[in-house]
């Protein structure tokens, strides 16, 4: 089966370091993405990891585990724009299809 | 470039009709798919194209019709809506082969059904 999991809500305070968990259970693995989505926006891609170890983009990086099914979405410098739902995927083996988890809410406050 | 273009952005429907979701793709991407989004749900996959005049059922196909008669183009159809299918409707596309190959998201669609 295919299963992705991710908390659903979290509270950070403007200028500080927040991490988002998510852990997965699927059938196949090729790559695991994050995207961030604005309320009522479209999902934008913030990263990519298809290797264990950390990706750093910026104020921005992903850590992935294959043998723990785990990974995670460290965000620095906290804005009040990074306010939006950050939502973890899984692309399948064959490289085409991907699962969504249900995506985790991250209020900023100031 | 435009990217993906979906439309309409908002549609209210009655239980019975029918209607298409129109998505349209500028950057040559073979692959192309459409999305439902639900609260607490996240995205679950209805249908996709891996090329023109190839189509598959993802996860949540029923109730939907897609057609890909061209490389840019990938509508999404309700034969006969139900107020189950209320939900915000994304299409995404990307290159396909070795690589990260991205989707890219239109801005999605609402749709209502009373």
């Known amino acids: 089966g295919q299963n992705i999991d991710q908390p659903t809500e979290m509270t950070a305070t403007e200028g500080a370091i927040v991490q988002i968990n998510c852990t997965y259970q699927t059938s196949g693995f090729n790559g695991l993405f994050w995207y961030q989505q604005h309320a009522g926006e479209a999902p934008t891609f913030l990263s990519y990891n298809v290797l264990d170890g950390l990706e750093e983009k910026g104020r921005f990086s992903s850590f992935l585990s294959r043998s723990k099914g785990y990974s995670y979405l460290l965000l620095k410098e906290l804005q009040m724009k990074d306010s939006a739902s950050y939502l973890c995927a899984v692309r399948d083996n064959y490289g085409q299809n991907f699962v969504f988890g249900p995506g985790t809410r991250l209020s900023v406050l100031p | 470039n435009a990217g993906v273009t979906q439309t309409p952005k908002f549609q209210v429907l009655k239980t019975g009709q029918s209607m298409t979701l129109q998505c349209a793709q500028d950057m040559n991407h073979e692959y192309m798919s459409w999305y439902r989004q639900d609260p607490g749900m996240g995205l679950r996959l209805i249908h996709y194209?891996?090329?023109?005049?190839?189509?598959d059922q993802g996860e949540v196909p029923n109730g939907y019709n897609v057609s890909r008669s061209t490389t840019e183009d990938f509508p999404l159809r309700l034969l006969s809506a139900a107020p189950s299918q209320t939900s915000v409707y994304f299409c995404?596309?990307?290159?396909?082969?070795?690589?990260?190959?991205?989707?890219?998201f239109g801005a999605g669609s609402r749709l209502t059904v009373l």
């Open positions: 995404a596309s990307s290159n396909t082969g070795n690589g990260a190959n991205v989707l890219t």
């Open positions: 194209s891996v090329g023109a005049g190839i189509t």
